[in-house]
């Protein structure tokens, strides 16, 4: 795998070279001491993932994202030395692309430092995602010639429900969308974004910011709740139980999307009895695209957003190629169409 620095302290750049090289097959390509460096490198010579840095001089972290993510994209991990006093530019960051967030490494002889394990679990993770997104697998192609809508079930008393799934790029989109949802919003909202548990609580007050709705993690036992977000929280894989609860799993433990998109619309099409919207947003790889086709399979009202509006047009462009989207449309119209849609308030 080859892997770039951006960084603009020694040290940094140090401890991050010193825990790269521990894996045999990751090849750091260059180096760059601040964000227009790494713009200018990237365009010239594209890593496979940018480890970046957010407060750095002549252009910082997040300027240098949105850059990257526009003219040479790629996979780009943040790396800071303090995620909570960043936060904002954390999730500035994300909405121009960044895939996820990880504390400065301090290295260690021993290996046993805990921030550069974390590191290095991202990097895997980002390795396997790189292997996902470049194929679809034999069961999903077969998937996309199923026949789109199935019987109708009877009437449900279950909650009216909208379903969100995104990855790179997600944050943005997310708050266009609920920024336009009055407080009192006729149904429940989940949303399953890919982002790490230490920052799932960080993720969920930005979210605040951006939506007159309550927003708050999913635990486990909860069940959703008309006019309340609940948002993804572990690094496990949300998902609804038979009896109409929330749960996580760890399965599939191999999966390197988490929390997995597919894995809960999966259970909606399984345990929701009455029809709601699914909506996919932007991401790299393919998660999410084969739980909308079965979400629409089960007479669901299903959305991609389109690839004009999309940082990085690979979850919802796998969800199109399946057939499993109704519409193909913008964050706005997205917002639009869950204010006049009368899809919700039906029963079937």
């Not at 994300?94 to 021993?110: F, K, L, Q, R």
């Not at 895997?124 to 034999?138: A, E, I, P």
């Not at 079930?153 to 969308?177: E, R």
Request: overall charge positive; some cysteine; proline content about 5%.
């Amino acid at each position: 795998m080859k892997i770039a620095i951006v960084n603009d302290l020694a040290i940094a750049q140090t401890a991050l070279h010193k825990v790269v090289q521990t894996v045999p097959n990751y090849k750091i390509i260059w180096t760059a001491q601040n964000g227009a460096e790494a713009v200018q490198k990237c365009a010239q010579n594209k890593p496979d993932i940018i480890l970046m840095d957010l407060l750095m001089p002549v252009m910082n972290g997040v300027e240098a994202t949105r850059q990257i993510m526009k003219n040479s994209p790629c996979f780009i991990l943040i790396v800071t030395s303090d995620k909570d006093r960043n936060l904002s530019q954390v999730y500035q960051a994300m909405e121009y692309g960044a895939i996820d967030v990880v504390n400065t490494p301090v290295y260690s002889p021993t290996g046993d430092d805990k921030t550069a394990k974390d590191l290095l679990i991202k990097i895997t993770r980002v390795s396997k995602l790189m292997k996902v997104s470049s194929t679809f697998s034999k069961e999903s192609k077969e998937s996309s010639n199923l026949s789109p809508v199935v019987t109708r079930n009877k009437f449900s008393s279950t909650t009216p429900l909208v379903a969100i799934g995104s990855s790179t790029g997600g944050p943005k989109a997310l708050a266009k969308i609920l920024s336009q949802l009055p407080a009192n919003f006729d149904a429940a909202v989940s949303i399953v974004q890919h982002v790490d548990a230490q920052f799932s609580e960080g993720f969920v007050d930005w979210l605040k910011q951006q939506c007159a709705l309550p927003v708050r993690i999913a635990n486990s036992g909860d069940c959703l709740e008309k006019g309340t977000v609940l948002v993804a929280g572990t690094n496990d894989h949300l998902y609804v139980q038979s009896n109409l609860t929330l749960g996580y799993t760890q399965d599939p433990i191999s999966y390197p999307y988490r929390p997995s998109v597919d894995v809960f619309f999966k259970s909606l099409a399984q345990h929701w009895t009455r029809k709601g919207i699914g909506i996919l947003l932007t991401g790299m790889g393919r998660d999410g695209a084969e739980g909308l086709s079965a979400l629409r399979l089960q007479g669901w009202h299903t959305i991609a957003q389109d690839k004009e509006s999309c940082v990085v047009y690979g979850m919802p462009k796998a969800a199109v190629e399946l057939n499993a989207a109704v519409e193909v449309l913008s964050p706005d119209a997205i917002a639009s169409t869950l204010l006049k849609n009368s899809f919700l308030t039906r029963n079937f």
